[in-house]
């Protein structure tokens, strides 16, 4: 091949070739599919904002919390606690702690006590006890003294600050559970940095009064929450919770919609508690990190069972120094803050559009899908199928075209060296397509009536069982054995006037020789009489055969085909394709 014609068979496009039924209930259900597919991407498209572009929230969160509580500490009375003694200890910009419950340890000095017995280690002798030493539990350095801490117990003596602070439950009711009514004022600044987009949770019509007046109860928006309020939304009792104090998220949801028709941009705010409600009491019970300043403070306790901070007030009496040692308990309130903004974008729908072709691909499938199964009617299934798909059979597996005389429609069989022709499984039934041109030159042929049976029906052997026509004997290879008839018993085909007329009328065949080759021999001999015999039977029973398809000759008309035209030496060629040699 020259490079010319190299590039020209590169130059050719190879496009699908389609079949197109007919079909009213086909139609309608493809129709009906493809509606309903693209029902669900209309629906996808709008209910899910497909056509925009989105960008995630930046934001920051400050919180105040106002209110003032009457505190009645144990041996100290009513006490006033306003925001700054019970705000303060938050770690995180994102949330604010509350505390809601406090122990009080008062009049500690600098000295030397006995150690708790669940902190410090028990002793009978100063030997037990080591000097300087220190552990994550206790509350001093040991002194290496072993001293008596009640009546029965005695353990090791601690520089720390005296008395030590008793390990108790916390009071219950919660000292401050009025802090169910203190307010806090969330405000959010959110940014989408992709739009250029500014909001507050505090919108430009909330003045100073509105603020003053909004209750949630009836307004949504209002930034303004009671601690009590937050607490029930969150599906927890406010004064349960008071008591050992837990975790409350408050999560501020913003999902903006910047189009100019439809632009909505709102916060929407929810509560949840996030640390485990049931107190797992087997884990670090009582284990505590603690950190102290002068000025105040505090401690962050993280304990699973506990949310506690610690801190100290400190005063002088008489030129000593004593600190009164809270340990409080409260609610922290962490604020989470997420959303997206969507905005229309061009890119973005047509990315949805070419996402969603291939969801009409579903409406193929199942077409096909019908087609090829039972689930259609069978009949017309069978003739759709057939016309979609073109089985090309491999090169070992010969397809054979059968035809009997007493059915309409032409079989395809699959030759078989080990089952007989006869009882060989049908691949598929066809209509037979008839050779016109064969037909039309039958028709002008003059009939005379004359023949009759008597010449083919010499006494032959008894039939071998598969043959209905009375007329086949047995053969050595199994695909010849196949007779003239399917099912029913009857007349055979090689005895029909036609036959004669058509396969062994010698002055028919000679010209068809002669029509095919001019200048054959004459007179031919009797394997060109034979084959001619053969295709003429061919054309005339199965008419244009399948592509692939080889026809198939039944038995009885192969003997009195070879009964016509004898071979001199008495051989024949065995089975084989028409085309390829003598049968
Ligand atoms: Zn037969
Ligand atoms: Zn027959």
Not at 120 to 148: A, F, M
Request: net charge positive.
């Amino acid at each position: 091949m020259g490079f010319g014609s190299k590039l020209l068979a590169l130059c050719s496009y190879e496009t699908t070739k389609l079949v197109r039924i007919h079909s009213v209930r086909l139609g309608t259900l493809k129709w009906t599919l493809n509606a309903t597919v693209l029902l669900f991407i209309c629906l996808l498209l709008l209910w899910n904002r497909k056509y925009q572009q989105f960008d995630q929230v930046v934001s920051s969160v400050t919180a105040k919390v106002k209110g003032v509580a009457l505190m009645q500490l144990p041996g100290e009375g009513a006490v006033i606690w306003d925001e700054a003694d019970y705000t303060g200890f938050s770690q995180d910009k994102n949330s604010f702690f509350v505390v809601t419950n406090v122990i009080v340890t008062k009049n500690q000095k600098q000295g030397r006590c006995p150690e708790h017995p669940s902190s410090g280690r028990l002793c009978r002798r100063h030997e037990d006890c080591e000097q300087g030493n220190w552990d994550p539990h206790s509350h001093g350095i040991q002194t290496g003294s072993c001293v008596k801490f009640d009546a029965v117990t005695r353990t090791c003596e601690v520089a720390a600050w005296c008395p030590i602070e008793v390990k108790k439950k916390p009071p219950r009711p919660a000292l401050l559970a009025s802090a169910e009514n203190f307010t806090v004022l969330i405000k959010n600044n959110i940014r989408f940095p992709a739009f250029n987009f500014i909001r507050r949770n505090i919108l430009p019509n909330m003045t100073e009064s509105y603020l003053r007046r909004c209750q949630r109860a009836h307004d949504s928006l209002c930034p303004i929450f009671t601690l009590g309020d937050i607490v029930n939304r969150a599906g927890e009792n406010f004064s349960t919770m008071a008591v050992e104090g837990g975790v409350i998220g408050i999560q501020i949801k913003w999902d903006c919609n910047l189009d100019p028709l439809t632009r909505r941009c709102l916060p929407a705010y929810s509560f949840r508690r996030l640390d485990q409600k049931e107190s797992n009491k087997t884990l670090y019970p009582g284990f505590n990190f603690r950190y102290q300043s002068r000025v105040k403070l505090l401690f962050l306790n993280v304990i699973m069972k506990y949310l506690s901070v610690r801190f100290a007030k400190y005063k002088t009496v008489d030129g000593v120094e004593e600190r009164t040692l809270y340990k409080a308990f409260g609610i922290r309130f962490d604020i989470m803050v997420f959303g997206q903004a969507g905005k229309f974008s061009f890119i973005q729908l047509i990315i949805y559009i070419g996402s969603t072709l291939s969801y009409y691909a579903l409406t193929t499938v199942l077409l096909d899908w019908l087609i090829g199964t039972s689930c259609y009617a069978a009949e017309e299934g069978q003739n759709y199928s057939e016309r979609k798909v073109e089985s090309v059979p491999d090169k070992k597996e010969c397809i054979l075209c059968v035809s009997y005389v007493d059915e309409d429609d032409i079989r395809l069989v699959k030759m078989s060296h080990k089952k007989r022709l006869q009882d060989v499984e049908t691949i598929s039934v066809q209509t037979r397509q008839e050779d016109i041109g064969h037909m039309t030159a039958t028709l002008c042929l003059p009939l005379d009536p004359l023949i009759s049976l008597a010449a083919f029906s010499k006494a032959r052997p008894r039939p071998p069982s598969w043959c209905k026509c009375g007329a086949c004997s047995p053969s050595p290879l199994p695909q010849e054995e196949l007779c003239c008839r399917h099912s029913s018993e009857g007349a055979c085909v090689a005895a029909s006037t036609l036959f004669d007329k058509l396969a062994l009328h010698r002055p028919l065949l000679e010209a068809l020789l002669l029509y095919r080759d001019p200048l054959a021999r004459m007179p031919p001999s009797a394997a060109a009489l034979r084959r001619c015999a053969y295709r003429q039977y061919a054309a005339w029973r199965l008419g244009v055969p399948p592509a692939d398809a080889h026809p198939a000759i039944p038995r009885c008309c192969v003997l009195r085909i070879r009964e016509a035209f004898p071979s001199p030496d008495g051989r024949y060629g065995g089975f084989a394709l028409p085309s390829e040699a003598e049968m």
